[in-house]
């Protein structure tokens, strides 16, 4: 199974901000949403983010959070300002149906990342 390829994240101090990167190839030309969600150890996945197609934007906490894409629309990124040590997680990107072979692939699980790891000090 194809993998979206994450990058970005590492250890920040509180208050720091950190960016990270997702590559959905064609996810937008293939009119599909890129989610961010975050695990943190001992607790269940949750929902961060998501960029639509049209550029629409959702999140779970506002005002701290920003959601992107490069203008090729295949790299999305999410940037966290003001990091709490509660932001600490495993951070994986996910979409529907990204472009593989010149045709939209959609899978019933959706495509992950590997996640990438955001630790936060105090």
């Known amino acids: 199974q194809k993998q979206l390829a994450q990058s970005g994240g590492g250890s920040v101090q509180a208050g720091g901000s950190v960016k990270l990167s997702c590559e959905a190839p064609?996810?937008?030309?293939?009119?599909?949403?890129l989610s961010w969600y975050r695990q943190a150890p001992g607790k269940s996945r949750e929902f961060v983010a998501r960029?639509?197609?049209?550029?629409t934007t959702d999140f779970a906490e506002k005002g701290r959070f920003t959601i992107s894409q490069d203008n090729g629309k295949n790299t999305v990124f999410l940037q966290i300002d003001n990091l709490k040590p509660e932001d600490t997680a495993m951070y994986y990107c996910?979409?529907?149906?990204?472009?593989?072979?010149?045709?939209?692939?959609?899978?019933?699980?959706?495509?992950w990342g590997q996640g990438t790891q955001v630790t936060v000090s105090s």
């Open positions: 996910s979409a529907w149906t990204i472009m593989d072979n010149g045709s939209c692939h959609t899978m019933s699980n959706a495509f």
């Open positions: 960029i639509e197609s049209d550029g």
């Open positions: 064609g996810y937008s030309i293939c009119r599909s949403s």
